[in-house]
């Protein structure tokens, strides 16, 4: 045993003295901030603001697109100036703007939203949200009172990029984005009625084109309802009842079964864990794969096996990398909750918080509190070591056999496919965790650990819990047997891997 920690000890060591395990380790909390705010940074200031031109012929519709879309900006610079608020230059710079300059009470947004609406940009160091949307005149050369047909022309060089716009509040040389033609009897419900004309070259983003087609949607609507004698208020008021739905657990406490958003994220997170769970098994084995190949090919192999026995020397390795990786499973599982605890007190910046903030301190603590109980943490303890002394064991195996990396990689195929199994069935197996699909994989060992951590927060039975646990630890014995005796045929042999044959009858002892 001396012997095994010693092998063991020396791993870890030549794994944590390698600047890529600490580069991992610190990677990992910055991939999570990066996840979790850059596609939001990128959705607001990554897109550049959208000029487009609007010809309504006959003048009906025009105005309401023009007044939702100004509102929807409007929204958009009090969301703006609410997070701006909750900072500490937000609080004294617009503590100072509703004092002019004296002390006074706490800023209060809604008497600046009422005192006006557009003085924004008077508030020191505040940078209104640029609009998403920004409607633009025609371009010079395009005749407003043109057929549709002469003016779709004439706007192709433009929607092209061909030719771009005159300087705009958003952009020095703005490109037109869109080109949206409301053409007369817009609504006729005869045969060939006309349809509004959407010109854009950008297929993706459909945001514009969605949001017009929903205002001048409902324009239609309003017009039709008031055609018949009906109120639109009194329609939009009824429709906009709805049906209120309780969510509960009957696995809950009497009293606490009311489902909240921590119990949607226990419902969701173990398919967060599996994933991690297989990038950590993954990562550790291949740590061993290249150690052991790369000592073999070096002939350090034998001078390890000179003071040691083959089964001390693989036992060693297997602990050690599994103690690397148990290092990055603790680095990583506190970088949880510490990204949760920095999120918190960002978003509330230290004040009651509202809106997006209180959403995001909100969805903070649940998380937070979501590792501190549930088992999940312990389930993904225990899954982590009996899976990497699965795969570790066959990954260990793998490189006994091999002398380079090349003949490594030609084993590793059938292995790969296994080990993508689990990512494929992750979608499925929260909407059903106790269906035959689930319960029938978790009994398949190898694919145990991803498929019942995934299933933990639906309480499986304790018959699948434990005897799929059983099974596991049996499956893991019996690899590390036929492992090792593999291992200590092969540690020292060179030239082509052996054939499968062979394989089976070195587990035979023969």
């Known amino acids: 045993m001396n012997y095994i920690w010693r092998v063991g000890w020396r791993e870890f060591a030549e794994n944590a003295r390698t600047k890529g395990f600490w580069i991992g380790i610190l990677l990992f909390p910055v991939l999570i901030v990066v996840g979790a705010t850059v596609p939001a940074l990128l959705a607001s200031k990554g897109v550049s603001t959208r000029h487009f031109v609007l010809m309504d012929q006959d003048g009906s519709f025009g105005g309401r697109i023009r007044d939702e879309l100004a509102s929807r900006q409007q929204g958009d610079l009090e969301e703006a100036l609410a997070t701006f608020a909750r900072s500490a230059e937000g609080k004294a710079s617009l503590g100072a703007f509703m004092t002019n300059g004296k002390s006074g009470p706490a800023p209060d947004l809604g008497r600046w939203r009422r005192a006006n609406e557009t003085n924004a940009p008077g508030i020191a160091g505040f940078r209104p949200p640029r609009p998403a949307w920004l409607e633009v005149p025609l371009p010079p050369g395009v ?105 509960l657990n009957p696995r809950k406490a009497e009293g606490d079964e009311r489902v909240g958003t921590r119990d949607k994220l226990r419902q969701w997170a173990p398919s967060f864990f599996v994933y991690l769970l297989w990038v950590s098994i993954f990562t550790v084995s291949q740590m061993l794969l290249n150690s052991v190949i790369e000592e073999k090919s070096n002939r350090i192999i034998e001078v390890l096996l000179s003071s040691v026995t083959p089964h001390e020397l693989m036992l060693g390795k297997l602990l050690g990398v599994m103690m690397t990786g148990g290092v990055m499973m603790l680095a990583w599982v506190g970088s949880l909750f510490g990204v949760g605890a920095l999120v918190a007190m960002l978003a509330s910046g230290g004040m009651p918080a509202a809106g997006a903030g209180a959403s995001a301190a909100s969805v903070a603590a649940d998380v937070t509190g979501l590792l501190k109980s549930g088992g999940l943490l312990p389930a993904f303890g225990a899954y982590f070591v009996l899976g990497y002394i699965a795969y570790a064991s066959v990954f260990l195996t793998i490189g006994s056999l091999c002398n380079t990396l090349k003949d490594a990689q030609n084993l590793m195929g059938p292995v790969m496919v296994v080990l993508m199994v689990p990512l494929f069935l992750m979608p499925f197996i929260p909407r059903d965790p106790n269906g035959p699909i689930a319960t029938v994989a978790s009994w398949i060992p190898i694919y145990t650990p991803f498929v019942m951590m995934n299933r933990i927060a639906a309480s499986p039975p304790w018959l699948d819990v434990i005897g799929t646990g059983v099974l596991l630890v049996v499956f893991d014995v019996f690899l590390l047997w036929a492992g090792g005796r593999i291992f200590r045929l092969a540690i020292l042999r060179t030239g082509q891997p052996p054939r499968i044959h062979e394989l089976l009858r070195w587990v035979q002892g023969r």
């Open 143 to 247: 005749d407003a009172a043109a057929d549709v047909a002469d003016m779709e022309v004439a706007l192709r060089p433009w929607l092209r990029g061909e030719r771009t716009l005159p300087p705009s509040a958003a952009s020095p040389r703005p490109k037109l984005f869109a080109a949206v033609v409301i053409p007369r009897g817009l609504g006729a419900t005869n045969e060939g009625a006309a349809t509004i004309r959407y010109w854009s070259d950008n297929l993706a983003d459909t945001g514009l084109r969605d949001a017009l087609q929903r205002i001048v949607t409902e324009e239609l609507r309003g017009r039709e309802y008031r055609a018949l004698g009906v109120d639109p208020a009194v329609i939009a008021r009824v429709e906009s009842r709805r049906a209120p739905v309780t969510s």
